[in-house]
């Protein structure tokens, strides 16, 4: 990786953790419910099939305790790179989300919920045409989780 792609890695972690940051400050600080969403907005255009890469790692802010659905939304726009899964995990909890960018406006929901812990880290594992597309968004939903807060 060239340090001008390392340094655009790092901007996206950056604004990926002000956009989550935001939404959970937006959010109550009671026991209500409070959602965000994560836009992985990293490109892969030149990668290995089956390489696992992390596009994002954000604070759990405000949701730390709480259990949260969580579903991936690729863009109307977007083109597809199938078999892409995204590899979802906060402290002790993974959660998988199959196929994600498989269509355009693709909807996937994780196989179950997350517990979230401090930090929550995302990661690919690449499809056979070794290419993420960048434009996937994932929301974090916890309005049915029966966590509780930290």
């Known amino acids: 990786m060239?340090?001008?792609?390392?340094?655009s890695v790092i901007r996206r972690f950056a604004l990926a953790?002000?956009?989550f940051s935001?939404?959970?400050l937006a959010g109550s600080s009671t026991a209500r419910a409070a959602d965000a969403t994560i836009p992985l907005d990293t490109?892969?255009?030149?990668g290995t099939a089956g390489d696992q890469v992390e596009l994002a790692e954000v604070a759990g802010g405000l949701l730390i305790g709480r259990t949260c659905d969580l579903t991936a939304i690729h863009a109307e726009t977007?083109?597809?790179h199938p078999d892409n899964d995204l590899v979802v995990s906060s402290g002790a909890d993974v959660v998988t989300l199959a196929d994600v960018?498989?269509?355009?406006g693709a909807v996937t929901p994780a196989t179950a919920p997350l517990m979230?812990?401090?930090?929550?880290?995302?990661e690919v594992?690449?499809?056979?045409?070794?290419a993420f597309g960048g434009d996937v968004a994932l929301e974090v939903d916890c309005s049915q989780g029966d966590g509780v807060l930290a």
């Not at 960018?101 to 355009?104: G, T």
């Open 101 to 104: 960018e498989r269509a355009s």
């Open 2 to 7: 060239t340090m001008r792609s390392e340094r």
């Open 125 to 130: 594992i690449l499809g056979p045409d070794a």
């Open 22 to 24: 935001a939404a959970l």
């Open 43 to 46: 490109t892969i255009v030149a």
């Open 116 to 122: 979230i812990g401090d930090t929550i880290r995302i």
């Open 17 to 19: 953790s002000a956009v």
């Open 78 to 80: 977007g083109a597809p």
